[in-house]
């Protein structure tokens, strides 16, 4: 098995004698994190929504009202506010 990218290329030279001055490696390593890291960064307006924004406005929400702790609605309440809000600052690219 012969070892890839820029190590691929100076073997190749040793063995043919050929000089290559090509410098950008042959196989692009980490390109699929790159992907995700770029789509995570693109939504993170969307992903603080849901992911901070929707327990605050629930914990809020259970606070204020002692007597619905234990029902459901705050956290679809805090999911419709805090996710409305996290995508309209996705989409015009401002909090305010």
Do not use: C, D, Y
């Not at 980490?30 to 770029?38: I, Y």
């Not at 002692?66 to 956290?75: D, E, F, K, N």
């Not at 309440?77 to 809000?85: C, D, H, N, S």
């Amino acid at each position: 098995m012969l070892p890839r990218g820029r190590i691929a290329l100076k073997f190749k030279e040793k063995l043919t004698g050929a000089s290559l001055s090509l410098s950008i490696p042959l196989r692009k390593k980490g390109h699929t994190v790159a992907r995700l890291l770029t789509l995570i960064f693109q939504n993170l307006p969307f992903l603080f929504g849901i992911g901070f924004l929707t327990p605050l406005v629930a914990q809020v929400l259970e606070r204020t009202a002692p007597s619905i702790s234990g029902t459901a609605w705050p956290l679809l309440a805090g999911l419709v506010i805090g996710g409305g809000w996290g995508a309209i600052a996705q989409k015009t690219g401002r909090w305010i």
